[in-house]
C-alpha cells in the first residue's frame, strides 16, 4: 500500500528497537536491567489513584469540555502563579491528552509551509518529526551561544521549540541562550515537561522570561514530575487566542483528554501530593549523585547532568552497535544517541528512573562492556 509521503518524514522512535531486543531476551527468561525508559519507576500520588477510582464509581467516565474540565484548569493555573509569580487565568490554559499531543497542537497553531524553526542539538526525537510533517525546516543549533547567533544570523528563524531541563542532556538551558532568544526570536514554544526535576542551581523557565506569555507557548504535563505517564495528561499555557485556536484542533482531533484521569489529576497539586513527590525527588538525585561519581571514577566523557533523569554520555564509538551489543551481552538497556539529532551517534542516553540497585548494577556492567 502507498503510504503518505508526509509520514515517510517520521522517524520511529529509535529506543524502540532497543526495547523489542530487551522484550526478547525477557522471553527468553533472562533479567534486563533497563536504564533506556525515559519513564518514571515510582507510582503517581497515591491521592490521585484514590481520587481516580472514586471518579469511575461515580461514574465520571463521560467527555469532558474540550477545554479540560475547569477545576482542573483552576489548579494548573494557580499552581503555575504560586510558582511563578504569573498573573495568568483560566482562559489561558486548555488540557491535552499528553504533552507530545499538547506540542504538536502548539506547532500546528503556528506553522506556515517553509517556516524555520530553530532546534537545539541534541532534540526530542519527536520534535524535528512534527516539523517535518508540518512541512517547516528544521534548523539546527548547538547547545552554545555563538552557534545559535550564527543560525539565527544566517537564517530568519520564526520559531525557537526548546525542551529545560532537557531530554537528553539533563540539564536546563543558560540564561543569557534564553535570553538571547527572547531578544531575537518572535516565538517561543517551551516544552517544559522536566520542570521541577531539578537538583543543582536554580530553575529558569520560559515564565521568568515572559509571564504574560506575549511571545511563549508553554508546555508541560503530568508524565514526569508526577509520574503519571498513562493518565495521559498534559496542559498548554499561552495567550488567549492561541488557546482558542488550539481548541478547535482538540475539538476535531480529540474532542478531550480522558475525563476521569483529568478528575484524578486535580489532586496532584495538593500538599500532600507534592510532598509525597518531593521525597521521590531526593531519591532520584541519590541516584543522579551515583552515576556522576561511576562515570567520572571511570574517566569518562558526559554532560554534567543536574535535572530531569537523564545523563548524556559520549562513548567514542558508534552507540548504536554498542548498545545492541551491551544488551545481548550483558542485560543492559540504554538508548542511543543517534535519535537526539545528528552528530549524536557515538553518545548514549542513560535514564536513571530505576531502583538504586539496578542503576547501581547496570553502571557497572556498562562500564566493564565499556572498557572491555
Ligand atoms: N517532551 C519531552 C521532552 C519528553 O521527554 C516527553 C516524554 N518522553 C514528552 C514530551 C511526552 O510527554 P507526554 O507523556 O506528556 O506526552
Redesign the pocket.
Given at each position: 500500500m502507498m503510504l503518505s509521503s508526509r509520514l515517510q518524514a517520521f522517524t520511529p522512535f529509535e529506543v524502540m528497537e532497543i526495547l523489542d531486543i530487551a522484550n526478547n531476551l525477557e522471553k527468553q527468561g533472562k533479567k534486563v536491567i533497563h536504564l533506556e525508559i525515559?519513564e518514571p519507576d515510582f507510582s503517581p500520588p497515591p491521592k490521585v489513584i484514590r481520587e481516580t477510582i472514586n471518579a469511575l464509581k461515580n461514574g465520571k467516565t463521560s467527555y469532558t469540555s474540550s477545554y479540560g474540565i475547569k477545576t482542573l484548569r483552576e489548579k494548573v493555573v494557580n499552581y503555575i502563579n504560586n510558582k511563578y509569580k504569573t498573573k495568568l487565568n483560566i482562559e489561558n490554559t486548555i488540557i491535552t491528552p499528553?504533552?507530545?499531543?499538547g506540542?504538536f497542537y502548539a506547532l500546528s497553531a503556528l506553522l506556515e509551509k517553509d517556516d524555520k524553526i530553530l532546534l537545539l542539538n541534541p532534540t526530542?526525537p519527536?520534535y524535528p518529526n512534527f516539523i517535518k510533517f508540518l512541512e517547516g525546516k528544521v534548523i539546527y543549533a548547538k547547545w552554545d551561544l555563538e552557534d545559535i547567533k550564527k543560525k539565527i544570523r544566517e537564517n530568519k528563524i520564526k520559531l525557537a521549540l526548546i525542551?529545560s531541563p532537557s531530554?537528553p542532556l539533563g540539564i536546563q538551558i543558560d540564561k543569557e541562550v534564553l535570553n538571547f532568544l527572547y531578544e531575537h526570536i518572535p516565538l517561543i514554544v517551551s516544552?517544559e515537561?522536566?520542570q521541577g526535576l531539578i537538583y543543582e542551581g536554580k530553575e529558569l523557565s520560559s515564565l521568568h522570561f515572559d509571564p504574560s506569555l506575549e511571545k511563549t507557548i508553554y508546555l508541560n504535563?503530568?508524565?514526569?514530575y508526577f509520574g503519571m505517564?498513562g493518565f495521559?495528561?498534559?496542559y498548554i499555557l499561552a495567550k488567549k487566542e492561541v488557546i482558542e485556536a488550539i481548541l478547535k484542533l482538540q475539538q476535531n482531533l480529540f474532542l478531550c483528554p480522558s475525563s476521569f484521569s483529568q478528575e484524578g489529576a486535580i489532586y496532584a497539586f495538593d500538599e500532600e501530593s507534592i510532598d509525597y513527590i518531593e521525597n521521590i525527588k531526593k531519591e532520584l538525585d541519590r541516584r543522579r549523585r551515583l552515576v556522576i561519581k561511576l562515570l567520572k571514577e571511570a574517566n569518562i566523557d558526559f554532560i554534567y547532568p543536574t535535572g530531569a533523569f537523564y545523563v548524556f554520555v559520549n562513548i567514542k564509538r558508534n552507540s548504536k552497535n554498542f548498545c545492541k551489543k551491551l544488551l545481548l551481552k550483558k542485560q543492559v538497556a540504554l538508548t542511543p544517541g543517534s535519535g537526539f539529532g545528528p552528530g549524536n551517534e557515538n553518545f548514549i542516553r542513560i535514564s536513571y528512573a530505576n531502583s538504586y540497585e539496578n542503576v547501581k548494577e547496570g553502571m557497572k556492567r556498562f562500564l566493564e562492556f565499556l572498557k572491555s
Open positions: 525515559g499528553g504533552t507530545s499531543l506540542l526530542y519527536c525542551n531530554n516544552d515537561i522536566y504535563g503530568f508524565s514526569k505517564t495521559r495528561l498534559g
